[in-house]
């Protein structure tokens, strides 16, 4: 699980975070990352179904921000 939580998502006050609750790269535009290493914790020993989890979240987020941006 060396790949976990090296990039995690947090409150934009926190500087050991790196990533937005929108999973994107804070400070950097148009950069998202959805992947073990945005988890701020380990979440358990089999990895696989939290990732499709939070796949699953982060393709909503961009969905309506997408649906969002075009009804404007």
């Given at each position: 699980h060396h790949a976990c939580c090296t990039n995690p998502i947090g409150a934009d006050s926190d500087p050991s975070t790196?990533?937005?609750g929108d999973f994107k790269v804070k400070g950097v535009d148009n950069l998202r990352v959805v992947d073990a290493s945005s988890?701020?914790?380990?979440?358990?020993w089999f990895i696989c179904t939290p990732t499709y989890m939070i796949?699953?979240?982060a393709a909503d987020v961009i969905?309506?921000?997408a649906q969002e941006e075009s009804s404007q």
């Open positions: 790196v990533l937005d988890w701020p914790n380990v979440p358990g796949s699953e979240k969905i309506a921000k």
